[in-house]
């Protein structure tokens, strides 16, 4: 259904939905220490604030996903029936307890 949300902790379909949009995976500068990765975003060029972000490998970021216990609350079509790049990092305690997960 266009506009609804969905939620997964799947690597390989975070993956797709990232790559099919053009994005990257990502850190913000400055937020990581020890060659760790720090926040956890995705680049979409030309959609927010390049400068701040820093691409990082889809391994390092998947650990840090694991490491954090995040899912990944996503849509796949706006209510328009266009292609959505809405996304956000969750807990999966938060997504459970939504019954999302």
């Not at 993956?15 to 913000?28: D, I, S």
């Not at 996503?74 to 807990?91: A, C, D, N, P």
């Amino acid at each position: 259904m266009a506009g609804e949300s969905k939620v997964t902790t799947d690597h390989n379909q975070i993956r797709k939905w990232v790559e099919e949009r053009g994005g990257k995976p990502a850190t913000v500068k400055g937020t990581g220490d020890k060659g760790e990765p720090g926040v956890l975003r995705i680049n979409f060029p030309g959609y927010g604030d390049e400068e701040s972000l820093r691409e990082i490998s889809w391994e390092d970021f998947f650990e840090k996903f694991e490491e954090k216990q995040l899912a990944f609350l996503y849509q796949e079509e706006l209510k328009s029936g266009q292609e959505s790049r809405f996304f956000k990092f969750v807990s999966r305690e938060t997504a459970k307890e939504k019954g999302k997960d």
